[in-house]
């Protein structure tokens, strides 16, 4: 299965997490990173800013839903706090945007390793709302051309 995954960080050394998170990434198959990362303000405004970028990984796991799971796995080894509330700040950030399967929406018992997160697990692609955030579409955009990407990637 080929996915997009998109990935951010607003704490810590945010490049080295989303470095970090692309080599997790690495251990689930094939990715092929942007050359775009952006900053962007967070949109809670809860915390600093976003570095964002994407990457399409191609995995041999057919279940967008079991693929799901493991970016939330990766997410959680990479110190995210999921305790600490919906859109709170995050050293990594991993949203699984649409694969080359079926769109659709799905929602499943929680593994017991993932009960942090609630009794259920739930999947919509693609993601509900992808299409309108700039910081997934031109990182996306800039791996079938990267020209594109301008040569706007921040230092921080």
């Known amino acids: ?5 998109a990935l951010g960080s607003n704490l810590g050394d945010r490049r080295a997490h989303l470095h970090s998170g692309l080599a997790a ?3 689930l198959g094939e990715v092929v990173p942007s050359p775009l990362v952006m900053e962007t303000p967070d949109e809670s405004g809860r915390g600093p800013a976003y570095l964002n970028t994407v990457a399409i990984l191609v ?3 057919p279940d967008p839903g079991r693929l799901l799971e493991a970016l939330l796995r ?3 080894a990479a110190g995210r706090d999921r305790n600490a509330g919906r859109n709170a700040p995050r050293t990594l950030d991993l949203d699984l945007i649409t694969t080359d399967g079926p769109p659709g929406r ?8 993932l009960g942090v997160l609630g009794p259920t697990l739930s999947l919509e692609l693609p ?3 992808a299409f309108s955030r700039p910081f997934v579409l031109e990182p996306w955009r800039a791996l079938s051309d990267p020209g594109a990407c301008g040569g706007v990637i921040p230092q921080g």
């Open 1 to 5: 299965m080929k996915a997009v995954i």
């Open 106 to 113: 799905w929602t499943w018992d929680a593994p017991e390793d």
């Open 127 to 129: 993601h509900p709302r």
């Open 59 to 61: 995995v041999e796991e």
């Open 25 to 27: 990434l690495r251990t």
């Open 74 to 76: 990766l997410e959680l």
